[in-house]
């Protein structure tokens, strides 16, 4: 899984310092590639709600979270890959590593 | 394949070839299997049964081939006992095959050298650069998991644990068992080189504790280094780390004097220096310089080796030493670097230049806590007859110092410069 973090936020919500056509560059590349298992972008931050449960049941939900973290979780990618190799190469690629960063994380094998 | 004991040696020496051989077996296995827990599991029965077998029945006629085997039984014996780990095996080397040719062809029948692909996993910039470090000797120098340990001054429990900690990270990250392809490798070979030297570097100077120097991981730094040579044989910055690490290492013996104390390389008996070694070396350092554009161990090595051949201090090369690190000032730009070559730049051209530079460099939060900025300046104000100064930035040095034998060394000088002082203002008095 690929976690595309963006530093900072323009005004459209988008990750400052790449276009439109380099996502949707990107994006081809990865279904073209035949690796893709799923993957989406994030609607603009101020969209975002939380929610927690406390012990005894009670449910609090608040707006937000906004800028509190330096590194916001713009989107993802799942895709199919042999190994951390790869998926790093395909992490390199992406438009979110140049101006953020992308983090690589393996998706849980429980076991067949 | 290196040279085997015969049947009737002693032991010792057919655990010496066994740890030289281990990695290769090991990668070899890794190749196979695509597990490094299998394959260390294995590889560590197949030399058990070598101890046991051997001593009785004669070496067999190949030995690797006879370790091998015997490995690949134990893993397929495991893998019957445990069908879901197989299962899970089986995808991995499904992928594995698909990914990358069969190793070459067994050519004398015995092992074929794969621990180049262990190198790269064991030092992947996925790991943490301290795991890495622990990987490698573990892996590839053959230390068991409490040696290791203890050549980083740390509990077996804790080394054990880091090392459990990477190879989940290699498993579960999936971190590939291959060489990078020659497009990556300017990107990939550095790292694999860091690790050697930091293991060098622990091993010369420790950065804590009562001695000064553990030989032991020095020389496995230059083991892994001789092993690497081998199997890159055209990359120059491979040539120039073991070249530089060689170059330093002659001087091993002149470095402490017989009270453990730290003798600089000013002050060193270069007749003690190891001459065939620094031969070795300095031909190496050639090889690095040779051929195309020069990395920083190659300039390492050249400024070391420049060092080496100079009959005393004064005989040195400073002009070329200052120069050669303005090359490594370009290639590393540093603050350490920076304050080596303002040591260098004293050298040629007196203590006040050198001064001016490490002024410049006041400022670096590197070199902050760094005792050998203090130390040095503390050395060009002594030499340009600022001693109130030079006593205050020894000082300094002495409250950042790390091993006892620096901290002795910096006392002396120290001591030896407030004599002067209170002995200069006596004779004042008494005027």
Same mark, same amino acid.
């Given at each position: ?37 799923? !993957? ?17 049941? !009670? ?14 979780? !713009? ?38 | ?92 080397? =499904? ?58 001054? =740390? ?7 880091? *090392? ?5 990270? *290699? ?91 730290? =003798? ?168």
């Amino acid at each position: 899984m690929l976690l595309i973090m963006a530093n900072a936020v323009d005004e459209d919500g988008g990750a400052a310092g790449c276009t439109v056509e380099d996502w949707m560059a990107y994006d081809k590349e990865v279904k073209d590639a035949g690796i893709l298992v799923s !993957g989406e972008s994030l609607a603009d931050l101020v969209t975002a709600t939380t929610v927690r449960v406390a012990p005894d049941g !009670g449910r609090t939900v608040t707006d937000g979270p906004f800028a509190e973290t330096r590194e916001l979780l !713009g989107g993802f990618y799942v895709i199919d890959v042999p190994d951390l190799d790869a998926a790093l190469d395909w992490a390199a690629r992406c438009p979110g590593a140049r101006d953020g960063s992308v983090v690589v994380r393996p998706v849980a094998d429980f076991g067949a | 394949m290196g040279e085997w004991p015969v049947g009737d040696g002693p032991v010792a020496s057919v655990e010496a070839v066994f740890r030289e051989e281990r990695g290769r077996l090991l990668a070899a296995l890794v190749r196979r299997f695509g597990d490094l827990d299998l394959a260390e599991e294995v590889t560590s029965e197949a030399i058990e049964a070598a101890l046991a077998h051997w001593p009785v029945d004669g070496v067999p006629p190949k030995p690797g081939a006879w370790l091998m085997t015997t490995a690949r039984r134990k893993a397929v014996d495991r893998l019957r006992r445990d069908q879901a780990f197989a299962a899970r095996l089986a995808i991995l080397q =499904v992928e594995a095959d698909r990914a990358g040719p069969v190793p070459a062809a067994e050519l004398d029948g015995d092992l074929p050298d794969e621990r180049l692909q262990l190198f790269f996993t064991c030092a992947h910039p996925a790991l943490a650069a301290e795991d890495r470090t622990a990987l490698t000797l573990r892996c590839l120098a053959g230390l068991t998991t409490p040696e290791v340990a203890r050549a980083f001054l =740390v509990p077996a429990a804790t080394m054990a644990k880091r *090392i459990t900690r990477a190879k989940k990270k *290699i498993r579960e990250a999936r971190i590939p068992f291959r060489v990078p392809g020659a497009d990556e490798l300017p990107q990939r070979l550095p790292g694999v080189l860091q690790v050697v030297y930091s293991v060098f570097t622990e091993g010369y100077a420790a950065s804590s504790g009562p001695r000064l120097q553990r030989l032991d991981l020095a020389e496995e730094a230059i083991r892994l280094a001789r092993i690497l040579r081998r199997l890159l044989p055209a990359e120059r910055e491979v040539a120039g780390l073991l070249g530089l690490m060689l170059l330093v290492h002659a001087r091993r013996d002149a470095r402490t004097g017989p009270g453990g104390e730290l =003798v600089l390389l000013e002050e060193q008996d270069r007749g003690r220096w190891d001459r065939p070694m620094i031969e070795e070396g300095s031909a190496l350092a050639t090889v690095a310089l040779t051929g195309g554009p020069v990395g920083p161990y190659g300039v390492q090595a050249a400024i070391a080796a420049l060092h080496d051949e100079a009959a005393d201090v004064a005989a040195t090369d400073w002009p070329q030493i200052a120069a050669l690190y303005d090359v490594l000032l370009a290639l590393t730009p540093s603050p350490v670097v920076a304050l080596n070559r303002a040591a260098a730049v004293a050298m040629r051209d007196g203590p006040r230049a050198g001064l001016a530079l490490l002024d410049e460099l006041a400022g670096e939060p590197l070199l902050r806590g760094h005792h050998p900025y203090p130390a040095a300046r503390a050395d060009l104000l002594h030499r340009l007859g600022r001693d109130a100064e030079a006593a205050a930035a020894y000082r300094e040095a002495l409250g950042l110092a790390g091993t006892e034998p620096e901290r002795a060394l910096l006392r002396r000088r120290l001591g030896a410069i407030e004599e002067t002082r209170s002995s200069s203002k006596g004779t004042r008095h008494g005027s």
